[in-house]
């Protein structure tokens, strides 16, 4: 069975091929994306073998964690699990799953208090132990292209979201669907190419688990980097991005209802502005026309103590033009405003 080949493939991979992040053949599990200058503190205290056993392709650590209990979907070695762990502070908790055994003996080597780590499956997160509605965010990190059964694994992850949660993660997306000759390549599916997912195809999957607004907040093309994978996939582009989705009942467009917010400029790390999206960012105290989709993203989450939003949803004035649609990967890929 192919699924259950992929599943080994990737084990293998990442337990035995893989010694270091440097004999990866590509970018793509790599992270290029900066941390914040608050997370680059706790990194660097960080025990060595932890960070050169990471491969990850974002930052997909978001704020407001003090207290709440967050999910690591394919949290190998641990780095974003001690980094979160310090976030949620000593009242809050850090899960961390992951299928390969080598990857879990090393987090657990320098687990935390408030860190657990479940050697299992993102795509059956019941058996973990993960009860519905008991995670306020989600996040992973260049994992979720490595699952055969995608699907399935975001229909885990909103069960598990308390409403209002989160799902913030980085992954490889495609501008095309990976034909299936190199979906299945061991090499291609290791480097996270194989199971990239084609930016359109994602929105579809959303939306068929009960999600149809996701937000784009960064997007870097990779470069491979490696003449043999060129060889094979350099007719694909690629992409590196990070995304967050909340468990709301939203719109399936971005609609209009005059509704206007403000950034409070309340978050400590964020004192000036605040980033939502790739065409959301909030600076303090100025006013922001949102659609209501936003307008819920802002106020039935977390952030809710951060923002005002000023009018409701009596008048509707019809679609809401925002910034990058979802009509075209190139241009931003956003699953709605």
Known sequence: MQENKTIETVKKYYGKILKTKNDLQTSACCTSEALPSHLREIVRDLPPEVLEKFYG????????????????????????????????????????????????????????????????????????????????????????????????????????????????????????????????????????????????????????????????????????????????????????MTLRAFKLVLEDRCEDYGQTAYYLGTIPEYPHAFRLDDHHIFEKGRPILVCSNTSQMLTQTRYASHFRVIGDQSTHYGLFDCGPTNDSFEGGGGGCC
């Open 57 to 240: 392709c974002g930052s997909p650590i978001p704020t407001e964690l003090n207290s709440k209990t967050v999910l690591d979907l394919g949290c190998g070695t641990g780095r974003d699990c001690f980094i979160l762990s310090q976030l949620v502070g000593p009242s809050g908790q850090v899960i961390g799953v992951d299928m390969t055994q080598e990857q879990i003996d090393v987090a657990r080597k320098y687990s935390k208090p408030n860190t657990r780590f479940v050697q299992g499956y993102i795509e059956d997160l019941e058996s973990c132990g993960i009860e519905n509605n008991s995670i306020d965010v989600v996040i992973s990190n260049c994992v979720l292209n490595l699952s055969p059964q995608k699907e399935r694994v975001f229909s885990e992850i909103f069960r598990v979201l308390k409403p209002g949660g989160e799902l913030i993660f980085s992954d490889v997306f495609s501008g095309r669907r990976i034909p299936q000759a190199l979906a299945e390549d061991p090499q291609l599916i290791g480097e996270c190419l194989g199971g990239a997912l084609y930016i359109e195809d994602f929105r579809r999957l959303l939306a068929r688990v009960g999600c149809p607004d996701y937000r784009v907040i960064s997007k870097t093309k990779l470069m491979l980097n490696n003449s043999d994978i060129v060889r094979k996939a350099g007719m694909i582009d690629f992409y590196s």
